[in-house]
């Protein structure tokens, strides 16, 4: 990182506890402001990045920081932890959750004659709440405190399914809410195991002490199968496109990227910094079969569907499929490439490039929805005319979950890649070279019809320039990721942990 940055005499500031309180706050105020808080979308928006800019540079100059809340140390207390990869998904959190409050302000104000609405009202709570969620995962440094803020997003994402109150909404919202229950039952049980076992749930201090025993093994597995449910990670996917289908477009796009981002980050905690050791050849190929199939399974029924929001839904299942692959791919960067840690870094990339094209696609696809009345694929023909600025957002998401370079879907798929051919594992490169192509399929359907002419009668809604350059600024970022890969990179080797280099149980 440019010695610029680390030169700026910035104050060791707790911006990991300012990241978790200022949203929550704001979900506090949006309650009592009623019909007038969409008002807080543009200053929540300036905050929440300016917060996340802060903490990457005080990462940068101190390296990873670690805060007690009320001055007890673990294991008395709670301990936050600011690293690179949590400083990074602070970022992409902040990015994401400022186009989905900013776009989201023309439809979840008051109505046309000045009166609050109720999924206004419950809306702008519900999502400051899950932005709080996601920031509480992305800093927290015990299993407990990782366990409330999955919680939180649990009640919070479940309700922005259902906000339309449809049926099909409220029954994506119930199996969802069943899933993500199962998810949690599991999870907690794995953690009351290892707090049995050793006394305390704090992360580095269980990394010190979590021998590769029947307990921790029993534990492990319980968290990453609650985990898996919660992430919508094949085969525990079922519940994913019906509800990200159903949500309002903004919803959509906040599960999309970022709350389906939070379980794996956990089980990135879990894995490599808690129990590496634990981790067999086969355990290892076990998972990285599933992301395989996840891949494969996801992009085929992608191709299948009919309204351009199951697209992109069957899509994230699809594209979360490459993260387990982290999994037999860690370790296997090879001497002789001058990066190390390729796959647990390709993955993170992966992950990041994937939020913000993810959140572009989603609001893209929105804003077509308001212009034509719904999503269906069959009346999208021409719509790239009338929203140009949205087609083309859609268009430049579109080259990052393809892999194409110079994105950073690009850079991460490389990372893993490269990863795969240096360890020997080609079979991984395969999978990834198919679910490359599958993607490609599968978007080409909407973008050929969103660039041909239109034929059909009736008159397309507005939607105004700035809207559309919403999804627009999020599509250009994921590729902005790619171009400038450089300073993201050095950024997430700040606290990673030796296992991301050495590999699972070696």
């Given at each position: 990182?440019?010695?610029?940055?680390?030169?700026?005499?910035m104050?060791?500031?707790?911006?990991?506890?300012?990241s978790?309180?200022?949203?929550?706050?704001?979900?506090?105020?949006?309650?009592?402001?009623?019909?007038?808080?969409?008002?807080?979308?543009?200053?929540?928006?300036?905050?929440?990045?300016?917060?996340?800019?802060?903490?990457?540079?005080?990462?940068?100059?101190?390296?990873?920081?670690?805060t007690?809340?009320?001055?007890?140390t673990?294991?008395?207390?709670?301990?936050?932890?600011?690293?690179?990869?949590?400083?990074?998904?602070?970022?992409?959190?902040?990015?994401?959750?400022?186009g989905?409050?900013?776009?989201?302000?023309?439809?979840?104000?008051?109505?046309?004659?000045?009166?609050?609405?109720?999924r206004?009202?419950?809306?702008?709570?519900l999502?400051?709440?899950?932005?709080?969620?996601?920031?509480?995962?992305?800093?927290?440094?015990?299993?407990?405190?990782?366990?409330?803020?999955?919680?939180l997003?649990?009640?919070?994402?479940?309700?922005?399914?259902a906000?339309?109150?449809?049926?099909?909404?409220?029954a994506?919202?119930?199996?969802?809410?069943?899933?993500?229950?199962?998810g949690?039952?599991?999870?907690?049980?794995?953690?009351?195991?290892?707090?049995?076992?050793?006394?305390?749930l704090?992360?580095?201090l269980?990394?010190?002490?979590?021998?590769?025993?029947?307990?921790?093994?029993?534990?492990?597995?319980?968290m990453t199968?609650g985990?898996?449910?919660?992430?919508?990670?094949?085969?525990?996917?079922?519940?994913?496109?019906?509800?990200?289908?159903?949500?309002?477009a903004?919803?959509?796009?906040?599960?999309?990227?970022?709350?389906v981002?939070?379980?794996?980050?956990?089980?990135?905690?879990?894995?490599?910094?808690?129990?590496?050791?634990?981790?067999?050849?086969?355990?290892?190929?076990?998972?990285?079969?599933?992301?395989?199939?996840?891949?494969?399974?996801?992009?085929?029924?992608?191709?299948?569907?009919?309204r351009?929001?199951?697209?992109?839904?069957?899509?994230?299942?699809a594209?979360?499929?490459?993260?387990?692959?982290?999994?037999?791919?860690?370790?296997g960067?090879?001497?002789?490439?001058?990066?190390?840690?390729?796959?647990?870094?390709?993955?993170?990339?992966?992950a990041?490039?994937?939020?913000?094209?993810?959140?572009?696609?989603?609001i893209?696809?929105?804003?077509?929805?308001?212009?034509i009345?719904?999503?269906?694929?069959?009346?999208?023909?021409?719509?790239?005319?009338?929203?140009?600025?949205a087609?083309f957002?859609?268009?430049?998401?579109?080259?990052?979950?393809?892999?194409?370079?110079?994105?950073?879907?690009?850079?991460?798929?490389?990372?893993?890649?490269?990863?795969?051919?240096?360890?020997?594992?080609?079979w991984?490169?395969?999978?990834?070279?198919?679910g490359?192509?599958?993607?490609?399929g599968?978007?080409?359907?909407?973008?050929?019809?969103l660039?041909?002419?239109?034929?059909?009668?009736?008159?397309?809604?507005?939607?105004?320039?700035?809207r559309?350059?919403?999804?627009?600024?999020?599509?250009?970022?994921?590729?902005?990721?790619g171009?400038?890969?450089?300073?993201?990179?050095?950024?997430?080797?700040?606290?990673?942990p030796?296992?991301?280099?050495?590999?699972?149980?070696?």
């Open positions: 990182m440019p010695a610029t940055l680390a030169d700026l005499g104050p060791l500031v707790p911006w990991a506890a300012v978790v309180v200022l949203p929550l706050t704001a979900a506090l105020v949006a309650a009592l402001l009623g019909r007038h808080a969409h008002h807080l979308a543009v200053p929540m928006a300036l905050a929440g990045i300016a917060v996340a800019a802060l903490a990457i540079l005080d990462v940068v100059r101190h390296g990873v920081i670690e007690t809340i009320g001055g007890w673990p294991p008395l207390g709670i301990a936050l932890r600011l690293d690179g990869l949590g400083s990074a998904f602070l970022a992409v959190i902040a990015l994401v959750g400022a989905v409050t900013l776009f989201a302000r023309a439809g979840f104000g008051p109505d046309a004659e000045g009166r609050e609405t109720r206004g009202y419950a809306f702008w709570p999502v400051f709440c899950t932005i709080g969620g996601l920031a509480a995962i992305a800093v927290a440094g015990d299993l407990f405190n990782l366990y409330v803020g999955l919680e997003l649990t009640v919070t994402a479940v309700a922005l399914v906000l339309d109150g449809k049926p099909a909404a409220l994506a919202a119930m199996r969802y809410l069943l899933f993500a229950l199962l949690s039952l599991l999870y907690l049980l794995g953690a009351a195991i290892l707090y049995v076992a050793h006394g305390t704090d992360i580095r269980l990394s010190r002490s979590a021998d590769p025993e029947t307990a921790t093994l029993a534990a492990v597995v319980l199968a985990l898996m449910a919660k992430a919508a990670l094949f085969p525990l996917h079922g519940w994913l496109p019906p509800a990200h289908g159903s949500a309002p903004p919803a959509s796009a906040l599960l999309s990227a970022l709350v981002k939070a379980p794996f980050i956990i089980m990135l905690r879990l894995w490599f910094e808690v129990a590496p050791e634990i981790a067999t050849s086969v355990v290892a190929q076990g998972l990285g079969a599933l992301g395989a199939a996840g891949i494969l399974v996801g992009s085929l029924l992608a191709l299948r569907q009919h351009l929001k199951l697209v992109i839904a069957y899509s994230t299942v594209q979360l499929g490459y993260l387990m692959l982290v999994f037999p791919l860690a370790g960067s090879g001497e002789q490439q001058p990066w190390s840690a390729g796959a647990w870094t390709g993955v993170v990339f992966h990041l490039s994937h939020a913000l094209a993810k959140g572009a696609m989603f893209a696809a929105g804003a077509m929805a308001e212009a009345g719904d999503d269906r694929m069959d009346r999208l023909d021409g719509v790239g005319q009338h929203l140009p600025i087609a957002a859609f268009g430049l998401a579109a080259v990052s979950l393809m892999g194409l370079p110079p994105s950073g879907g690009f850079t991460g798929k490389y990372l893993l890649l490269t990863s795969a051919f240096a360890s020997g594992q080609w991984w490169a395969v999978v990834m070279i198919g490359g192509l599958l993607a490609a599968y978007l080409f359907r909407p973008l050929s019809r660039l041909a002419k239109r034929e059909q009668p009736g008159a397309l809604l507005a939607v105004t320039r700035w559309q350059a919403i999804a627009l600024g999020l599509a250009m970022l994921s590729v902005l990721l171009l400038l890969s450089l300073g993201p990179y050095e950024l997430l080797q700040i606290g990673r030796g296992s991301a280099v050495e590999g699972l149980s070696s």
